[in-house]
């Protein structure tokens, strides 16, 4: 079973920051926190991804709590072609595997 | 740099016969990754290829089975096939072998239908 909880569904006016909550209360110390992201019939698009402290590349940031139980994917200028569903994915060190699950669907909107 | 590649695209089988996929790993990849994706579902683990081994496999029957060459590219094998199979078939390739702390790359997929 996926060991992340995300909204099925979120908003975003284009322009303004997309902030993407991710719980993942069963988080084991070594284990990693990965976004990906997925627009309509394609592969999946790696975006980030962080252990303990927050992260940023060209894409997005990653805002991981200091107990890291949850944490946020922020796009800080959302376009239509973010248009996606978004996966938060903890990596499972005893399995090693990655478990998606069902995703945040955003809509960006104009 | 070219990424992961897959082949075909697209492919319509009828129950009960064999199909084979395929793919190319990212330049300096090592380790390939095989997922099903049902519609309106996230991706499912099949299995994973590292130096030319299955190295961990999801809850799939063996009617699903792999293999990787020399090359690190790899195929993705279905007999038997079911209406069920019906799917988006991703491979992701990595480098060094551990799932959980190295970064997958996906292709876009081949949309197999079984008929």
């Known amino acids: 079973d996926a060991k992340t909880t995300q909204p099925t569904s979120m908003d975003c006016a284009e322009g303004r920051a997309a902030n993407l909550p991710c719980n993942h209360s069963?988080?084991?110390?070594?284990?990693?926190v990965y976004w990906y992201r997925q627009i309509h019939s394609q592969g999946p698009q790696y975006i980030i991804h962080?252990?303990?402290n927050n992260e940023t590349n060209e894409m997005a940031s990653l805002i991981i709590t200091e107990d890291r139980k949850s944490s946020t994917l922020i796009l800080p200028h959302a376009t239509l072609r973010d248009t996606a569903v978004y996966y938060c994915?903890?990596?499972?060190?005893?399995?090693?595997?990655?478990?998606f699950g069902t995703g945040t669907r955003l809509q960006v909107f104009p | 740099d070219a990424g992961v590649t897959q082949s075909p695209t697209h492919l319509i089988k009828t129950r009960g016969q064999q199909v084979t996929l395929r793919c190319s790993p990212k330049?300096?990849?090592?380790?390939v990754s095989w997922y099903q994706q049902a519609l309106g579902q996230g991706p499912q683990f099949i299995f994973q290829?590292?130096?030319?081994?299955?190295?961990q496999r999801g809850n799939f029957p063996d009617r699903f089975s792999g293999h990787q060459f020399p090359n690190y590219s790899s195929e993705l094998n279905v007999n038997a096939l079911l209406l069920g199979d019906s799917a988006l078939y991703l491979c992701?390739?990595?480098?060094?072998?551990?799932?959980?702390?190295?970064?997958?790359?996906f292709g876009p997929g081949t949309r197999l239908t079984v008929l």
């Open positions: 992701a390739s990595s480098l060094g072998g551990y799932l959980y702390t190295d970064t997958q790359y």
């Open positions: 069963t988080i084991s110390g070594n284990e990693y």
């Open positions: 962080g252990l303990k």
């Open positions: 994915i903890v990596s499972d060190y005893n399995t090693d595997k990655l478990i």
């Open positions: 330049s300096g990849h090592d380790t």
């Open positions: 290829y590292y130096e030319e081994e299955e190295r």
